[in-house]
């Protein structure tokens, strides 16, 4: 074991923790660590995947049952997000193809989560109970599916955001519609990637363990120790981080 594998486990334990607390499972924080130190482009995205499963499972049994996942609103997304990132990400796009983009898109909601954070319990208290509509859920759920295959993300960066702003559900449902949605999109598009191209390299188990345990904590923190405002602001945090890594990758 190299002190690279070392740090690289420290990341991604700080990468799951933070992302776990607004229901995300960190693979765009993931790709970042590995970008910074070199890891093997072959192995990047399955990595991520990888990891994203386990967090994302994690957190998607503990938001379940802390009641903030109405599989309902979660269907519309689900359903059309899957077969899209099964087949995007067996497309290799250059980067530069879509990464500016996305990243002035991720900037943008991060300045809006911000914005919109002091007025959190009260958008809360009036989506509360609201249901999905099907078209535009369906549409949605396409779109950040393919995003989610290219970029070897679980889509959650994109969706959270967007069921804020549209005010479909409140901040904690949001999470809890996110980590179901992630979980799924990374089981497709692992799928995908590895019957297409990449493999997966010797040290996963101890990364394996690590995020488990960010996912534990990370899912503690959103769940019963984060207030609602803070809820937004710590995904502000988690937008422009997969922000910066889109635009300066």
Same mark, same amino acid.
């Given at each position: 074991?190299? %002190?690279?594998?070392?740090?690289? %486990?420290?990341?991604?334990?700080?990468?799951?923790?933070?992302?776990?607390?607004?229901?995300?499972?960190?693979?765009?924080?993931?790709?970042?660590?590995? *970008?910074?130190?070199?890891? &093997?482009?072959?192995? $990047?995205?399955?990595?991520? @995947?990888?990891?994203?499963?386990?967090?994302?499972?994690?957190?998607?049994?503990?938001?379940?049952?802390?009641?903030? #996942?109405?599989?309902?609103? $979660?269907?519309?997304?689900?359903?059309?997000? %899957?077969? *899209?990132?099964?087949? &995007?990400?067996?497309?290799?796009?250059?980067?530069?193809?879509?990464?500016?983009?996305?990243?002035? #898109?991720?900037? &943008?909601?991060? /300045?809006?989560?911000?914005?919109?954070?002091?007025?959190?319990?009260? =958008?809360?208290?009036?989506?509360?109970?609201?249901?999905?509509?099907? /078209?535009?859920?369906?549409?949605?759920?396409?779109?950040?599916?393919?995003?989610?295959?290219?970029?070897?993300?679980?889509?959650?960066?994109?969706?959270?955001?967007?069921?804020?702003?549209?005010?479909?559900?409140?901040?904690? =449902?949001?999470?809890?519609?996110?980590?179901?949605?992630?979980?799924?999109?990374?089981?497709?598009?692992?799928?995908?990637?590895?019957?297409?191209?990449?493999? @997966?390299?010797?040290?996963?188990?101890?990364? @394996?363990?690590? $995020?488990?345990?960010?996912? @534990?904590?990370?899912?503690?923190?959103?769940?019963?120790?984060?207030? #609602?405002?803070?809820?937004?602001? %710590? /995904?502000?945090?988690?937008?422009?981080?997969?922000?910066?890594? /889109?635009?300066? *990758?």
């Amino acid at each position: 074991m190299t %002190a690279p594998d070392l740090l690289l %486990a420290a990341l991604f334990f700080a990468v799951a923790t933070l992302y776990a607390s607004v229901g995300h499972a960190g693979a765009s924080g993931y790709i970042a660590a590995m *970008a910074l130190l070199d890891f &093997a482009p072959e192995q $990047v995205r399955p990595t991520a @995947l990888a990891l994203n499963l386990l967090v994302g499972g994690i957190g998607l049994l503990r938001w379940w049952r802390g009641g903030h #996942v109405r599989w309902r609103n $979660v269907l519309p997304f689900v359903l059309a997000s %899957a077969p *899209a990132a099964f087949f &995007a990400a067996q497309v290799d796009l250059p980067r530069e193809s879509f990464s500016l983009l996305l990243g002035i #898109v991720l900037l &943008a909601a991060a /300045l809006g989560v911000f914005r919109h954070a002091a007025r959190a319990e009260q =958008e809360d208290h009036e989506t509360a109970g609201r249901r999905v509509p099907w /078209l535009p859920g369906l549409a949605v759920g396409a779109g950040i599916g393919v995003l989610s295959g290219l970029t070897g993300t679980g889509g959650a960066i994109f969706l959270t955001p967007l069921l804020l702003f549209a005010r479909w559900m409140p901040t904690r =449902e949001a999470s809890g519609t996110s980590v179901a949605f992630v979980w799924i999109n990374s089981l497709t598009g692992l799928a995908g990637l590895l019957h297409a191209t990449g493999s @997966l390299p010797p040290m996963l188990p101890l990364w @394996l363990g690590v $995020v488990a345990l960010g996912a @534990l904590l990370g899912s503690q923190l959103g769940l019963h120790w984060l207030p #609602v405002r803070g809820l937004r602001r %710590a /995904l502000g945090v988690v937008l422009l981080i997969a922000a910066a890594k /889109l635009l300066f *990758a």
